[in-house]
């Protein structure tokens, strides 16, 4: 699972480099994203802008990570396209996370090794 981390002083940005966040990549993707924000305390936020579709393995991934976070860091998420949208609106866990249209502009542009 392809995954870069760019930083603000007080969030840090996952960007997913993949089409698909399904069952074959789902347990490589919480994996990832579990070493990538274990040392950091900063919110996070994960872009969503590459993704084209997630089946109930991916979205339960991402709330696996949700959860992982804990309640003090909440995950936020940006730059769902249309059929991800969609799952998360007709599973209704678009009450459950915020959502931004975008990430942060410039952020693109702040990439770290990630």
């Not at 698909?20 to 040392?39: C, N």
């Not at 089946?55 to 991934?61: E, I, P, T, V, Y």
């Amino acid at each position: 699972m392809r995954l870069d981390c760019t930083h603000t002083p007080d969030l840090m940005i996952v960007h997913v480099r993949e089409p698909r966040i399904d069952a074959a990549g789902a347990i490589d993707f919480k994996d990832r994203m579990r070493d990538l924000t274990a040392q950091d305390g900063r919110r996070v936020l994960l872009d969503l802008s590459d993704v084209m579709f997630i089946d109930s393995s991916g979205l339960g991934a991402v709330v696996a990570v949700r959860k992982a976070l804990g309640p003090e860091r909440p995950l936020e998420l940006s730059g769902l396209t249309p059929s991800v949208e969609k799952v998360f609106r007709l599973t209704r866990m678009d009450s459950v996370f915020i959502i931004h249209p975008t990430a942060p502009a410039g952020a693109d542009g702040l990439r770290d090794a990630g």
